[in-house]
């Protein structure tokens, strides 16, 4: 049902992005072993002034790494040449600055307003070329450019994938105003996906990366909606008597676990992303919510007190008997699953205090991975290396970030008022 | 075990309901309720004295659903702690609506639970529902069908924020009844 529609969102998503951050990122931590990455600022065109008004690449690109924590992004001004080409470039010059990578790179103009940004990366002891890309944009695509090329350095030196291009979704609540947004990962160019006068929780991604499932009260109790984040237009998904909440998509995205309640508590459903198909998937007079698909799309982990108090259980996405899953604790909730299926990460209540704990799913080994005291609504980075997660600095609502093996810390701030409720997005495409 | 068959039975009638319909009709399956808006006002006049028989009330015209002499405009269940039991003190109050409901076949109820702000707000939500659930059974017993009820939940959505002692956060753990289209 296309009856709800969300005012002049596909024009707001095609707007070329204000360089703007609504949320700040701040590392609190770092990896113990950092490497040391030169980037000098590309070659620009003269004759595009536009671009003095944006943040350079190379800033973004330094940025970027800087947050990873596995980074230590090098002064580039103090090296006497600043080379742009391959055959300018003096190796030992690096190599004094301590320099183990090197990026250079250039950005060109191609007629009808379009630039073509290219960069190669170095490797400083070897001397040699690890490789480089090049893209043929509009202005409007070099901060995305910036971070597709973060990207590419992040996966080239740590072997694992880049999410510097990705985006989270997340919560914004402003006196009473409350709004679903969509920003890149590092808090710039935020877009409104929903606003509503009543609460909004438990946004999460398609498979896609196209359309947000959330559960909004503006009809004075909890519906679930889906949203596309092209076309702007949404449907109810699910809206049956009771509570409709915490929606999950499958990973090939046709169907969708939920929570309904009917007349009793909470119970898990499968549902069509239709909206049509629906199926009960747990039988129980507890509470049974918070489902969450293994990547395998074989498991449907959730929350459940069916043992008198709420831990993680996980029930064949087919049906049939649950399994315990935590088995430390008074209270283990909201299940999320790392991208490659082997980590489970949650939140546990110990003495008031309610934290984000990962837990290797084949050792059942446990570790407390946040030191803050409302912790809430963990995600995982498409890559597996970060969870964002909500909590609360100074009173007041606010996104962190956290690596999985709990070394690099990063809390992201919010300039008006409570922030919650994130959801990283899958990889970009 | 009674109850866990009566409750998977009413999941499957309402499943059975529900399931074949595409999602268009979703929303006005909940929403036509409508029509009971325009009858529910006279209704409350009409038989006000056959409702509030034995109350308080000693003024027909009066909705007494709003009068503030009247117990059916006392519309809160407070519970304590971790509980989802509904405390003697609210007997009175539950059994009032129990008596409007049966002699206002066409009324219907929302339930909305609600919870203090500590823990995550899925849960929480679920913790609301079952103190809804908890006050639709006591209207049953008293025998309203769940077709004039509608149990939700708000979860800790409501709540508070930056409570730091119980005396803030007790008045989150409750249950509110709100009469459709009021």
């Known amino acids: 049902m296309i009856k709800f529609r969300s005012l002049l969102i596909s024009l707001v998503l095609l707007m070329p992005f204000a360089s703007h951050a609504a949320l700040t990122v701040e590392i609190v931590g770092g990896a113990a072993q950092q490497i040391p990455i030169a980037i000098v600022p590309f070659a620009q065109p003269a004759n595009q002034p536009s671009l003095g008004q944006q943040d350079s690449i190379a800033t973004i690109v330094g940025a970027d790494l800087r947050r990873s924590g596995l980074f230590r992004v090098l002064e580039t001004r103090a090296a006497a040449n600043q080379p742009h080409q391959l055959d300018e470039v003096k190796y030992q010059e690096w190599a004094a600055l301590q320099a183990q990578a090197l990026t250079i790179g250039n950005i060109e103009s191609l007629p009808g307003n379009r630039l073509k940004v290219s960069f190669q990366l170095l490797d400083v002891l070897k001397q040699s070329s690890l490789g480089g890309l090049e893209y043929n944009i509009t202005p409007a695509q070099l901060r995305n450019t910036a971070h597709r090329i973060a990207d590419f350095i992040y996966q080239k030196l740590t072997g694992e994938m880049g999410v510097f291009a990705t985006r989270i979704a997340y919560v914004t609540k402003t006196g009473t105003r409350y709004s679903l947004q969509v920003a890149d990962a590092d808090g710039y160019n935020p877009q409104t996906v929903v606003a509503s006068g009543e609460p909004i929780i438990s946004p999460t991604w398609s498979p896609d990366g196209t359309k947000l499932a959330y559960v909004s009260f503006e009809k004075k109790k909890p519906v679930i909606f889906v949203q596309s984040l092209v076309s702007g237009q949404r449907y109810v998904l699910a809206n049956f008597k009771g509570n409709n909440s915490a929606p999950s998509w499958s990973p090939d995205g046709k169907r969708l676990a939920i929570v309904l309640t009917h007349s009793s508590n909470s119970q898990i459903f499968t549902i069509n992303a239709d909206g049509t198909g629906l199926q009960p998937l747990t039988h129980t007079s507890a509470i049974d919510t918070e489902p969450v698909w293994s990547p395998d799309a074989k498991w449907i982990y959730f929350t459940s007190d069916r043992g008198g108090s709420p831990q993680i259980y996980r029930i064949s996405s087919a049906g049939g008997d649950a399994q315990r899953i935590t088995f430390e604790g008074v209270y283990n909730v909201s299940p999320r699953i790392s991208p490659d299926g082997k980590s489970l990460a949650y939140i546990r209540q110990e003495q008031g205090k309610f934290r984000v704990t990962i837990q290797d799913l084949a050792s059942g080994q446990v570790q407390i991975l946040s030191d803050s005291a409302k912790d809430e609504s963990p995600s995982f980075a498409p890559n597996g290396r970060l969870i964002i997660y909500a909590t609360s600095i100074n009173g007041k609502g606010a996104l962190a970030a956290v690596s999985a093996d709990g070394r690099v810390k990063q809390r992201l701030s919010e300039t008006g008022g409570d922030v919650r409720e994130p959801a990283w997005s899958p990889a970009a495409n | ?182």
């Open chain 2, 1 to 182: 075990m009674n109850k866990r068959i009566l409750v998977s039975l009413l999941l499957a009638i309402s499943l059975a309901a529900c399931s074949s319909k595409p999602i268009k009709d979703t929303a006005p399956a909940v929403e036509d309720k409508s029509p009971s808006t325009s009858q529910t006002a006279p209704d409350t006049s009409k038989n006000d004295s056959a409702s509030t028989s034995g109350m308080t009330d000693t003024q027909p015209a009066i909705n007494p659903l709003k009068d503030p002499n009247n117990i059916l405009s006392k519309r809160s269940i407070y519970f304590d702690y971790d509980k989802d039991e509904v405390k003697p003190e609210y007997r009175a109050l539950v059994e009032a609506h129990a008596k409007y409901l049966a002699a206002h076949p066409d009324a219907k109820v929302f339930l909305q639970g609600n919870t203090d702000e500590r823990g995550t707000r899925e849960y929480n939500l679920s913790l609301g529902q079952r103190r809804a659930v908890a006050v639709k059974k006591v209207l049953n017993v008293l025998g309203v069908a769940d077709k004039q009820i509608e149990t939700v939940s708000f979860g800790e959505e409501k709540a508070k924020t930056n409570c730091s002692d119980d005396a803030c956060w007790k008045d989150d753990r409750r249950v509110d009844i709100a009469y459709e289209n009021e």
